[in-house]
């Protein structure tokens, strides 16, 4: 079963401009992580957030999660051509297994 | 580059075939963890192995299998294939010394099952 949903289903924006996906999950969580996926190939980890955590920043990314919504936003600042990609947030509840359970994922296309 | 190898890259089997799956974990990884995704979805967690054992399962039925050596590579078994089991398949190397550790993917292996 799917616990994260992002939110849009899928994003068209202008190079440069800014791209804010959302993500929400129904249990509590260790800590939820942010992926980006191109065309079908492998996960390349963007960001780990811990549920002790309210912000987290690398680079052009920023992440906050709000434990009490139960919903996190990643924010892509000053987008480039090469951001298109797929995003996933997965978020790890478990207690022994890191099992990561992912949402559907936000298309995001940039346009040059 | 994320380390984690897969073979192969892409498989072609037929309906009630078995196929295994390979993957080389990070160096100094212990853990891998077997995601599927379906075309247009996200990857669901099949199983994870830790120092050789099966160290949690998803939701997936026992014809999918799996083992870990010394070395902590691992396989992936699924014995009577299905039209339904088309998809990638990803391993994830992690180590495994606290809670909330980065996985790190590997490039995946896309199977088609006609």
């Known amino acids: 079963s799917q616990q994260g949903e992002e939110d849009p289903q899928a994003l068209s924006i202008q190079e440069g401009e800014n791209a804010t996906m959302n993500c929400s999950y129904k249990?509590?969580?260790?800590?939820l992580q942010w992926y980006r996926q191109n065309s079908g190939r492998g996960l390349v980890h963007l960001i780990l957030?811990?549920?002790?955590?309210r912000e987290k920043h690398s680079g052009r990314l920023r992440v906050t999660l709000d434990t009490s919504k139960k919903s996190s936003s990643l924010l892509i600042t000053a987008s480039r051509a090469a951001d298109t990609a797929s995003y996933f947030c997965?978020?790890?509840?478990?207690?022994?297994?890191?099992?990561?359970?992912f949402g559907q994922g936000t298309r995001l296309t940039i346009n040059p | 580059e994320t380390g984690v190898t897969q073979s192969p890259t892409h498989l072609i089997k037929t309906r009630g075939q078995q196929v295994t799956l390979r993957c080389s974990s990070q160096?100094?990884?212990?853990?891998v963890s077997w995601y599927q995704q379906a075309l247009g979805q996200g990857p669901q967690f099949i199983f994870q192995?830790?120092?050789?054992?099966?160290?949690g399962r998803g939701n997936f039925p026992p014809r999918f299998s799996g083992l870990q050596f010394p070395n902590y590579s691992s396989e992936l078994n699924v014995n009577a294939l299905e039209l339904d089991d088309s998809a990638l398949y990803l391993c994830?190397?992690?180590?495994?010394?606290?809670?909330?550790?980065?996985?790190?993917f590997g490039p995946g292996t896309r199977l088609l099952v006609l």
């Open positions: 994830a190397s992690s180590s495994r010394q606290s809670y909330g550790e980065t996985q790190y």
């Open positions: 249990t509590s969580i260790n800590n």
């Open positions: 957030i811990r549920s002790n955590e």
């Open positions: 997965a978020t790890d509840a478990s207690e022994g297994a890191q099992k990561l359970v």
């Open positions: 160096s100094g990884h212990n853990t």
């Open positions: 192995y830790y120092r050789e054992e099966e160290n």
